[in-house]
């Protein structure tokens, strides 16, 4: 009997210490030095506390709980320094692909990146389209005139279109022989029933400023299909028209906005200032370039009571000659605008010659009576900034879908 109690002490031994052991991890020691007769009381929290100590300065044990990451939305109030833009932060899994929104405000997700092959005959295309641009030069009617500073917004309470005419700077106008000129603008507003206005006039200078503000009463939705061209007229020895711009309100909104205007020669011809709205995408695998005709928008009413409908026509240049012709289908305009959202795959003749696209925007009344409102041209070697980013970021993306705005041009 007295070996079998003599087992079960060792048996308990052992296990206890194999706890002790298992535990050492989480288990702070602290030794308290013995009190000393001269010390007196320290309040009451550390008297207790210090009441509950061994007395002979013998080691306590602290078993400390296992801890668990986790996060608490922080109170605006308690940390003012912390941005109020700033709404959600983000817990990554261990594989780095799956983040958690610990708020509603903002969702992020990952998103894989596409490795996309190119033949090598595309780059030397690239090459050739590209070289192109070292032979454009500005001709005498592309020459800087200046440029116009204008303010835009739009009240929707009072339903008005507010538009500031700020300054010119950097004017460099034909001098005609004249040693004092005066200049004004006028502008017009191109809805259904153009708005027309005029500033006061003013002495020419390299820069000159006007400050002038003028309001309209007109529906957002309308303005937004419209445009705003404001024409640079001189008045010595006869009144004349000597520059231009013009300026989208698509972006028209409650928030007043900036706009510095480049100024261009006027069109000798009459064109239109309808906008069309085109998307590109360069296919080398395929052998092709994608063209949409999205939408039309500040389309001219018609001037008489026959019905008027619209179309496009798109031509590919390559070789110095018309690869191919395409041509959506004719649609009548509502409130200034014509949705086509058509595609359109126009094959290469070869992947080393650079091409280049003519879009045509065309009127037809009811009597079938056709007429060209102008054009847009893509390539290296158009007239219009805009068209040119938006071609050379076509080539030097494939597979990328650009869309852009563009005004028309003289056919």
Same mark, same amino acid.
């Given at each position: 009997?007295?070996?079998?109690?003599?087992?079960?002490?060792?048996?308990?031994?052992?296990?206890?210490?194999?706890?002790?052991?298992?535990?050492? $991890?989480?288990?702070?020691?602290?030794?308290?030095?013995?009190?000393?007769?001269?010390?007196?009381?320290?309040?009451? $929290?550390?008297?207790?506390?210090?009441?509950?100590?061994?007395?002979?300065?013998?080691?306590?044990?602290?078993?400390?709980?296992?801890?668990?990451?986790?996060?608490?939305?922080?109170?605006?109030?308690?940390?003012?320094?912390?941005?109020?833009?700033?709404?959600?932060?983000?817990?990554?899994?261990?594989?780095?692909?799956?983040?958690?929104?610990?708020?509603?405000?903002?969702?992020?997700?990952?998103?894989?990146?596409?490795?996309?092959?190119?033949?090598?005959?595309? =780059?030397?295309?690239?090459?050739?389209?590209?070289?192109?641009?070292?032979?454009?030069?500005?001709?005498?009617?592309?020459?800087?005139?200046?440029? /116009?500073?204008?303010?835009?917004?739009?009240?929707?309470?009072?339903?008005?279109?507010?538009?500031?005419? /700020?300054?010119?700077?950097?004017?460099?106008?034909?001098?005609?022989?004249?040693?004092?000129?005066?200049?004004?603008?006028?502008?017009?507003?191109?809805?259904?029933?153009?708005?027309?206005?005029? $500033?006061?006039?003013?002495?020419?200078?390299?820069?000159?400023?006007?400050?002038?503000?003028?309001?309209?009463?007109?529906?957002?939705?309308?303005?937004?299909? =419209?445009?705003?061209?404001?024409?640079?007229?001189?008045?010595?020895?006869?009144?004349?028209? /000597?520059?231009?711009?013009?300026?989208?309100?698509?972006?028209?909104?409650?928030?007043?906005?900036?706009?510095?205007?480049?100024?261009?020669?006027?069109?000798?011809?009459?064109?239109?200032?309808?906008?069309?709205?085109?998307?590109?995408?360069?296919?080398?695998?395929?052998?092709?370039?994608?063209?949409?005709?999205?939408?039309?928008?500040?389309?001219? %009413?018609?001037?008489?009571?026959?019905?008027? %409908?619209?179309?496009?026509?798109?031509?590919?240049?390559?070789?110095?000659?018309?690869?191919?012709?395409?041509?959506?289908?004719?649609?009548?305009?509502?409130?200034?605008?014509?949705?086509?959202?058509?595609?359109?795959?126009?094959?290469?003749?070869?992947?080393?010659?650079?091409?280049?696209?003519?879009?045509?925007?065309?009127?037809?009344?009811?009597?079938?009576?056709?007429?060209?409102?102008?054009? /847009?041209?893509?390539?290296?070697?158009?007239?219009?900034?805009?068209?040119?980013?938006?071609?050379?970021?076509?080539? %030097?993306?494939?597979?990328?879908?650009?869309?852009?705005?563009?005004?028309?041009?003289?056919?």
């Amino acid at each position: 009997m007295v070996a079998v109690m003599e087992c079960l002490k060792n048996c308990c031994k052992n296990f206890m210490r194999k706890k002790e052991k298992e535990q050492e $991890t989480q288990v702070i020691t602290m030794k308290i030095p013995p009190n000393k007769p001269d010390e007196g009381r320290r309040g009451v $929290t550390e008297d207790y506390l210090l009441s509950k100590l061994p007395p002979d300065g013998r080691e306590v044990p602290f078993v400390l709980p296992t801890f668990k990451a986790s996060y608490i939305q922080p109170r605006g109030s308690r940390f003012p320094n912390l941005q109020s833009g700033l709404q959600s932060m983000y817990q990554q899994t261990q594989n780095n692909t799956m983040p958690i929104c610990l708020s509603f405000r903002m969702h992020i997700y990952p998103v894989s990146l596409n490795i996309l092959y190119v033949p090598s005959s595309t =780059s030397s295309m690239k090459d050739s389209v590209e070289s192109s641009l070292e032979s454009i030069t500005l001709s005498g009617d592309e020459r800087e005139l200046g440029k /116009v500073c204008v303010q835009l917004s739009y009240q929707e309470a009072l339903e008005q279109v507010w538009i500031t005419l /700020v300054q010119c700077s950097d004017l460099n106008l034909p001098s005609d022989g004249v040693e004092q000129q005066k200049i004004s603008f006028k502008g017009i507003i191109t809805t259904g029933k153009p708005i027309q206005f005029k $500033t006061s006039v003013k002495e020419y200078h390299q820069d000159v400023t006007f400050m002038e503000t003028f309001v309209f009463a007109l529906r957002l939705q309308q303005l937004r299909c =419209s445009a705003l061209v404001l024409r640079l007229q001189t008045y010595t020895p006869r009144k004349r028209t /000597v520059a231009e711009c013009v300026l989208s309100l698509r972006q028209l909104s409650p928030q007043e906005t900036q706009h510095c205007l480049d100024l261009h020669p006027p069109s000798k011809s009459s064109v239109c200032h309808s906008e069309l709205h085109l998307a590109t995408c360069f296919q080398p695998v395929n052998g092709r370039i994608q063209v949409q005709i999205l939408a039309a928008q500040n389309l001219p %009413a018609s001037s008489s009571p026959l019905t008027q %409908a619209f179309f496009v026509k798109v031509e590919m240049h390559q070789m110095d000659r018309v690869v191919m012709k395409k041509k959506t289908r004719v649609m009548k305009a509502s409130g200034g605008q014509c949705q086509w959202a058509e595609t359109f795959y126009f094959l290469l003749a070869a992947l080393d010659h650079a091409c280049s696209l003519s879009i045509k925007l065309y009127s037809r009344s009811s009597v079938r009576r056709k007429q060209c409102l102008g054009q /847009v041209h893509l390539g290296f070697d158009s007239s219009a900034p805009d068209a040119v980013d938006q071609w050379k970021d076509t080539m %030097a993306h494939p597979e990328k879908v650009v869309s852009a705005w563009h005004h028309l041009s003289a056919p």
